[in-house]
Structure formats: structure tokens, C-alpha cells
């Protein structure tokens, strides 16, 4: 055959080759992407009017359907996963508080080896002092309070808060209780068993006992003061969401 006429009949076998679609197989691995990036964080003026304002616009909008926060503490890196599913109002709660930074720079105040770990009183008093009653209404319990899921801590029926509870044991017994837990620790479940527990009920208390007084009047320079040794919770952001 003439090379006239070998040449074009290469060059369109190569262009067909190239356009073909890869096997079935190679098609399917990249269709499932876990999670994507944190939206845009907040701009500085809108996470300050939220922070110092419960009934700004933002607490009525939902979390994503699924999604991670990332807690940096003295002790190392610690995973969240929130399943909104589980407890809506508990989720959305959350995820708003941590875009405004609410936790950054508090203390896991409440610490009791084999059963739990509470945070959630913001380090500025003033701050502490606004969302000390923003209390909002129950979810139905839906999952059961086992070692490594979270939930909102509270006094009674609709009383939750800011309060968060890292279940370091079984607490199924809280579930009849009504509290929900909304999600669990993917990473680092060694390092919230490693948090200072030293002083147990005495640097915190339980809200039930009224014994936070003090956490809300002076925020963290009452507690480093007074109970030094306590593990620092440095930074939650929102690190993948799903939608």
C-alpha cells in the first residue's frame, strides 16, 4: 500500500485509541470521593456577630449532611465525625460553633478516667457569659452512648447548649436519659484517654451540680490558676463535609 495512503489510516487509528473510554473497572475507582474541603471560613465580621449573638442568621441554618472537625490539643490531634442524620439540631449547633471559633482556646475542664471528657465553655468569659443559657430544643436518641461518640451535655429536657462530652467508656445508661450522641472519633481516641484527669469533678463539675460558677465569671484564667495541669483544646476547624 502506497505510504500516501498508509498515513492517514495511522493517524485515525491513533486518534480512536486515544478517545476510547478506559475499562469499566478503571471508570468506577475515582467515582467515590469521601468528603470535600471545608467551605470558605466565615469572614471576620460575620464570625464575630454570630459568636456574640445566638439569634444571628446563622444558627438556623443546617450543617452538611456528614462532616469533620479537627481538634488540636495539648496532648495531639484529635478527628470528629458528625452524621447530621443522628441528631440534627445537635449537629448544626456544633458545626456553627466551631466556624466561629467558639471552642478555640478552652479547656477540657471535666476529665473522669474510663468515662468521659466534657468541653465547651468558651475561654473569654464574655463569650462564655452570652451562651451560657442559649439553650436549644432535644433531638431523639438515635445512636447509644458508647466509647468514642459525643454528645451535647445538659441539665434536663431542651437545656443543651455548648457543652460537649467525648464518651471514654460505656455510657449506654445515658441514653434512656435523652442525650444524643451525634457522631464519633475517627482519629485519636488514644490521645482524648491521655487528657489530664487529675482533679476529676473538682475543676468543672457537672451542670447538674451547679458547680461551673466560677468557669463562667473569669473563664480561663480562673481554671489556669487554679487547676494548671489541665489539657488545652488550641483549635477545632471544619476540615471535610460532605453535603
Do not use: C
Not at 475499562?23 to 464575630?48: C, D, F, I, K, M
Amino acid at each position: 500500500m502506497p505510504r500516501s495512503v498508509l498515513l492517514p489510516v495511522f493517524i485515525a487509528l491513533t486518534t480512536l485509541l486515544t478517545a476510547a473510554p478506559p475499562p469499566h473497572h478503571a471508570q468506577n475507582q475515582n467515582l467515590r470521593v469521601p468528603g470535600t474541603p471545608a467551605s470558605q471560613p466565615l469572614a471576620p465580621e460575620e464570625r464575630s456577630r454570630a459568636l456574640h449573638d445566638p439569634q444571628d442568621s446563622l444558627w438556623s441554618q443546617p450543617a452538611p449532611s456528614t462532616y469533620r472537625v479537627r481538634l488540636e490539643t495539648t496532648k495531639g490531634i484529635v478527628v470528629l465525625e458528625v452524621t447530621r442524620p443522628l441528631a440534627p439540631r445537635g449537629a448544626d449547633r456544633f458545626y456553627h460553633l466551631v466556624q466561629v471559633g467558639f471552642y478555640d482556646n478552652s479547656r477540657f475542664f471535666r476529665v473522669i478516667s474510663g468515662r468521659f471528657v466534657q468541653f465547651g465553655i468558651a475561654g473569654d468569659p464574655v463569650i462564655a457569659k452570652i451562651w451560657q443559657n442559649a439553650r436549644f430544643p432535644d433531638d431523639p436518641v438515635k445512636d447509644s452512648n458508647v466509647r468514642g461518640t459525643f454528645a451535647f451535655a445538659m441539665t434536663g429536657p431542651d437545656a443543651r447548649t455548648t457543652q460537649i462530652y467525648i464518651n471514654t467508656g460505656d455510657q449506654s445508661r445515658l441514653d434512656q436519659m435523652g442525650f444524643a450522641p451525634f457522631g464519633k472519633v475517627v482519629e485519636g481516641m488514644s490521645i482524648i484517654d491521655k487528657l489530664y484527669a487529675g482533679y476529676g469533678e473538682t475543676s468543672g463539675g457537672g451542670m447538674r451540680a451547679g458547680h461551673q460558677g466560677k468557669l463562667f465569671e473569669e473563664g480561663n484564667a480562673y481554671l489556669d490558676r487554679e487547676f494548671h495541669l489541665l489539657d488545652r483544646l488550641v483549635r477545632a476547624e471544619i476540615i471535610e463535609e460532605q453535603k
